[in-house]
Nanobody, 120 residues
Framework: QVQLVESGGGLVQPGGSLRLSCAASGSIFSINAMGWARQAPGKQRELVASITSGGNTNYADSVKGRFTISRDNAKNTVYLQMNSLKPEDTAVYYC??????????????WGQGSLVTVSS
């Protein structure tokens, strides 16, 4: 069974920074893509950023230039560096792994979510 464990959320003032981490554990041979999505109260979940095993990245327009996604393939870990945070970035952030190759085949997995609150 594959699990994603997130860490790094919390309360930060506008203009501040936070770094989220997400580590995948279990019987994993490889992971194709990893990413982050977020869901604000009363809104639908939206993709924030993603990164392939080869390092290709994709960002939502709302976070381009402020957020940076990276990963450590050897550790099956993905990071999200969030700078210049705004109140509208307040949401529960979910880690995601797609194309996870396991002994049972390929699976997709979501983390439990990590709350990020941007407020003065």
């Amino acid at each position: 069974q594959v699990q994603l464990v997130e860490s790094g959320g919390g309360l930060v003032q506008p203009g501040g920074s936070l770094r989220l981490s997400c580590a995948a554990s279990g019987s994993i041979f490889s992971i194709n893509a990893m990413g982050w999505a977020r869901q604000a109260p009363g809104k639908q979940r939206e993709l924030v950023a993603s990164i392939t095993s080869g390092g290709n990245t994709n960002y939502a327009d709302s976070v381009k230039g402020r957020f940076t996604i990276s990963r450590d393939n050897a550790k099956n870990t993905v990071y999200l560096q969030m700078n210049s945070l705004k109140p509208e970035d307040t949401a529960v952030y979910y880690c995601n792994a797609e194309g996870v190759k396991t002994p049972s085949g390929y699976v997709a997995v979501w983390g439990q979510g990590s709350l990020v609150t941007v407020s003065s």
